[in-house]
């Protein structure tokens, strides 16, 4: 693998999936998009979806090592083949007349010894023929049905290998428009295509609720947005690249302008051209501040351990707890998360977000009015939603205030449709019933313990962590760090 591809959002979690054996993956998430780009490493630096696949499997790739032949392109609301690259001995090529890359028992064409069209001497057959032969591909061009009867065909011989990339899956599925044919849809589905070890198929889509009635096997990659490491990366190669030797930065500014940029949730196409802006108004030096006004929001400041008040012992308890979730051990698996409970201002909110910005987490914190639905039914779809963007983004720390309103006791008979629909899906997402190993680390803080849900609360620590209400010292620790 190349230098620091492993950091790749797309690549990284394909081949996770490819080595296990899938060959049909879909990509969903808030950072799938045709006009986004991700960092693939310092060499090559932000590349398109399809630019990181070219890259990696018909570029880097050997075929024998998982590399494909050739990548057939569709994008959005085309049913045809928008673009076909074929591998070269320096990387890929487009290939102008599709039908040429498969042989003569495929496209039935004028050729008997099965080179591919473009290989043929236009000298060696007739005027006629040649003439006849340029007008059917000139006709037939990017034509679906034949393309997909070809492909077929050729995945059957097990000659050549082939990546296919759907862009835009809603579109190609004929959900917004209903003169769209399927055909996409009916080949995937076929036990051949599904089950051929010479054919992946990369699918993008933003809701994967609307081709939940095609009943795909396996589940979506879900993809976050970039991560502080993917944006302080792609900044570091921009200003190597494109600014002056006498130009001024510090590394310590350039780690806490990619942890904000990543706070604010924008796409790297976003992050780089608030990158741009900045350097152009300001080509001597580095600032935070010139980020602030750019990116036109307030960037939350960082709260580190030194900013939270704690007794010593709850402390320790809180860094070993944590120390074992980041483990790449089986023993993290068991650690879920943990309920923090005490009087109101005792700083809950402010160790979790210290915790995040020390252990360098994504951080969440989601509000009732983002995991309630507005009708009954609706609360579990909000929830998954929460931790697919918990997962596209992990290690997360997910805090959830109040948590007693989120999870309340099930024995309760108060309990109403909205409160059961709630505590069984997040049942489900702690245990990562349907995803296996999660990086998620669910802090819950709550004044009124016994009102949560028992099952929740095994799952979140026998023993919630009291943080009480500050003694003597720790009072004069604080107002000598808030007034001094």
């Given amino acids: 693998m190349s230098l620091l591809v492993k950091q790749q959002r797309i690549i990284s979690k394909l081949e996770e ?35 990181c696949l070219l890259l990696y499997y018909l570029k880097e790739l050997t075929v024998e090592n998982g590399g494909f032949d050739y990548l057939l392109h569709v994008v959005n609301s085309s049913n045809d083949v928008t673009h076909c690259y074929a591998r070269t001995d320096d990387g890929w090529e ?12 495929a496209h039935g064409g004028l050729y008997s010894d099965n080179r591919p069209r473009e290989a043929v001497d236009s000298d060696a057959v007739k005027d006629e023929d040649a003439e006849k032969a340029a007008e059917t591909a000139e006709n037939v061009g990017n034509d679906l049905h034949q393309i997909l009867l070809n492909l077929g065909e050729e995945i059957e011989k097990k000659e050549k290998r082939f990546l296919i990339l759907l862009e835009g899956m809603e579109w190609i599925a004929g959900l917004y428009d209903p003169q ?28 994967m609720e609307l081709i939940k009635k095609y009943n795909f096997p396996g589940k979506p990659i879900y993809i976050g947005n970039p991560s502080a490491e993917e944006i302080r990366w792609a900044y570091l190669r921009y200003m190597l690249r494109h600014m002056p030797e006498e130009y001024q930065w510090d590394w310590s500014v350039l780690n806490n302008i990619a942890n904000s940029m990543s706070v604010g949730e924008k796409s790297l196409v976003q992050c780089m051209r608030i990158l741009r802006t900045v350097l152009q108004n300001n080509a001597e030096e580095l600032k935070l501040e010139d980020f602030t ?37 089986p023993i993290a698996a068991i650690i879920l998360g943990l309920i923090l409970t005490g009087p109101p201002g005792t700083g809950k909110t402010m160790i ?11 951080f969440m914190a989601p509000t009732l009015a983002d995991l309630k639905g507005e009708y009954v039914g609706q609360s579990s779809k909000q929830i998954k939603r929460v931790f697919e963007k918990a997962r596209g983004n992990e290690p997360t720390i997910l805090f959830i205030d109040e948590c007693d309103t989120v999870f309340p006791s099930r024995d309760d ?48 620590g026998k023993t919630p962590i009291v943080i009480p209400l500050p003694d003597k010292d720790n009072r004069l620790r604080l107002f000598n760090i808030y007034l001094g």
């Fill in 180 to 207: 769209h044919n399927t055909e996409w849809i009916a080949n995937l589905q076929k036990p051949e295509w599904m089950k051929a070890h010479n054919l992946m198929t990369v699918i993008s889509i933003k809701d």
């Fill in 293 to 329: 006004k750019a990116a036109e929001l307030n960037i939350e400041e960082e709260v580190h351990w030194n900013d939270v008040i704690l007794v010593v012992v709850v402390f320790c308890c809180f860094c070993c707890i944590v120390f074992f979730f980041m483990l790449d051990d």
């Fill in 352 to 362: 979790a977000k210290a915790l995040a910005t020390e252990k360098k987490c994504y």
């Fill in 94 to 105: 487009i290939v102008e007349n599709i039908h040429s890359i498969f042989s003569e028992k």
């Fill in 17 to 51: 999936k490819r080595l296990r054996g899938q060959n049909l993956h879909f990509l969903t998430g808030d950072a799938i998009n045709s006009n986004d780009n991700y960092f693939y490493n310092l060499f090559y630096g932000c590349k398109s979806l399809d630019e």
């Fill in 413 to 460: 008979n108060r309990m109403d449709s909205y409160g059961l629909d709630m505590v069984n899906q997040f049942l489900q997402e702690l245990d990562g019933a349907t995803t296996g190993k999660q990086k998620i680390f669910t802090i819950a803080a709550t004044n009124r313990v016994d009102a949560i849900d028992p099952a929740i609360k095994r799952r979140l």
